[in-house]
């Protein structure tokens, strides 16, 4: 069996390149279609009767509604395709002294992170609301059975959470959806939205063209033997995609209401998640008392082990596991995670049919419809977790009895201020 060839940084640009010229051509089918709408069949034909009126001004509304959509999907997808900063060593591999660097890195016995070269600022395609490093700032991440969240070997960087490596742009984006010829780029968490509306919108137009040519060709054909060639072009193109974009609309409308990516539903009924919950310190001394064994794991990480990931690509593969037994080892004002396990096909990002629709397109109808309002699962302004997350996380939490530690500290906080109140 031939073995398959990497792809190269020159196959990688002509195939984004062939995808940036995609929607040129979706345009000039645009342009085309409406040629023969106007043209055609409203004045050749209709000679601009009121049945012509009547077919323009909703073909027009339709387009109109249409061009905004794509325009905004093309924007986020050009703008805004969340592409996650590489890590330090890759600018350092990519300097034309990484030789060098390289050698001077292992000479390094200290390990200083700060001396491998990082750009100070990143392009406007690379910004992102959040610190990639700074996952364990929040309560709740993604992370490995070890208890570390996955490493980019080809970005040397940690992937956010439901990041994914695009092979085509050598990039890690941003909960990535797919690659898609049609907007000339990746499909992610700030254009998913955008793409949704596009697919709505463009079934609902190529309905109406349809209708319209399939109709008054009918009509034409009962009194002449009329067969123009523009005519059945424009019937086949609106068929052919409106069962493209009616397809795409309602397995995307699908994921929505799963909160499921494109790559994510491939395993989705299989996947088990690993989460590293935060763990008080009175968390983990009640587990210990109650003989509860949690697998933690503390942050910051030492700077060796940083510094070892971004020379490699990889991090180590000893485990960094600690038990609730050894929490006397742990280190002293760091933040201590519980490592929780899901069950095959259990999606801790599920809120609910409705809920999970509202969180990637808004809480009201006129939210899903508009195509100027940004998609809230872009915000990332949650500190408990990047992304909102749902009652499987409860279920891992109450496995491990850490919802029930919490709840009681809870209870003896309320009752404390409740007896200061009462005192007063």
């Known amino acids: 069996m031939p073995q398959r060839r990497p792809r190269t940084e020159a196959n990688r640009k002509t195939n984004v390149g062939v995808a940036r010229a995609v929607p040129v051509?979706?345009?000039?089918?645009?342009?085309y279609a409406s040629w023969v709408i106007t043209k055609l069949v409203c004045i050749d034909y209709l000679q601009l009767n009121g049945n012509a009126v009547a077919v323009l001004i909703t073909y027009y509304i339709l387009l109109t509604v249409l061009l905004v959509s794509y325009g905004r999907l093309l924007y986020a997808v050009i703008r805004r395709p969340g592409l996650i900063p590489r890590g330090p060593q890759w600018y350092a591999q990519h300097s034309g002294k990484s030789k060098r660097r390289e050698k001077q890195m292992d000479n390094n016995d200290s390990g200083d992170l700060a001396k491998i070269p990082i750009p100070k600022v990143y392009s406007a395609n690379e910004s992102l609301p959040f610190?990639?490093?700074?996952?364990?700032?929040?309560?709740?991440?993604?992370?490995?059975?070890?208890?570390?969240?996955?490493?980019?070997?080809?970005c040397y960087n940690w992937k956010p959470d439901r990041a994914h490596h695009c092979s085509e742009l050598n990039r890690c984006v941003a909960k990535m959806d797919h690659l898609c010829p049609w907007v000339g780029g990746v499909v992610g968490e700030a254009s998913f939205k955008y793409?949704?509306?596009?697919?709505?919108?463009?079934?609902?137009?190529?309905?109406?063209?349809?209708?319209?040519?399939?109709?008054?060709?009918?009509?034409?054909?009962?009194?002449?033997?009329?067969?123009?060639?523009?005519?059945?072009?424009?019937?086949?193109?609106?068929?052919?995609?409106?069962?493209?974009?009616?397809?795409?609309?309602?397995?995307?409308?699908?994921?929505?209401?799963?909160?499921?990516?494109?790559i994510e539903n491939l395993n989705r009924k299989t996947k088990v998640w690993y989460l590293a919950v935060y763990a008080s310190p009175q968390v983990v001394e009640e587990a210990h008392k109650k003989g509860v064994e949690l697998r933690l794991i503390s942050y910051p990480r030492?700077?060796?082990?940083?510094?070892?990931?971004?020379?490699?690509?990889?991090?180590?593969?000893?485990?960094?596991?600690?038990?609730?037994?050894?929490?006397?080892?742990?280190?002293?004002?760091?933040?201590?995670?519980?490592?929780?396990?899901?069950?095959?096909g259990q999606n801790p990002f599920h809120l609910g049919n409705l809920a999970n629709f509202q969180d990637l397109m808004g809480t009201t109808i006129w939210e899903w419809l508009n195509p100027f309002s940004p998609s809230p699962t872009a915000q990332h302004d949650d500190p408990t977790s990047l992304y909102k997350l749902g009652s499987a996380v409860d279920e891992m939490k109450a496995s491990t009895g850490l919802d029930a530690w919490t709840s009681e500290k809870r209870r003896r906080r309320r009752r404390r201020k409740s007896s200061t109140s009462e005192g007063l």
């Not at 051509?25 to 342009?31: K, P, Q, R, S």
């Not at 700074?134 to 080809?154: A, H, I, K, T």
């Open 25 to 31: 051509l979706l345009l000039a089918i645009i342009g």
């Open 131 to 154: 610190r990639v490093e700074d996952f364990w700032l929040r309560d709740v991440f993604v992370c490995n059975p070890d208890g570390r969240p996955s490493f980019c070997s080809e």
């Open 195 to 262: 793409f949704l509306q596009f697919t709505f919108y463009a079934a609902i137009l190529c309905t109406e063209i349809l209708i319209v040519m399939a109709y008054f060709f009918a009509q034409r054909r009962k009194h002449t033997d009329f067969l123009n060639t523009h005519w059945v072009v424009m019937i086949a193109l609106s068929g052919l995609f409106l069962l493209f974009s009616a397809g795409m609309f309602m397995s995307s409308c699908q994921f929505a209401l799963l909160n499921v990516t494109t």
């Open 302 to 344: 030492p700077p060796e082990e940083e510094l070892r990931a971004a020379q490699s690509g990889d991090v180590d593969h000893q485990s960094p596991v600690h038990s609730s037994s050894a929490q006397a080892q742990l280190p002293v004002n760091h933040r201590i995670f519980a490592i929780l396990e899901s069950r095959p």
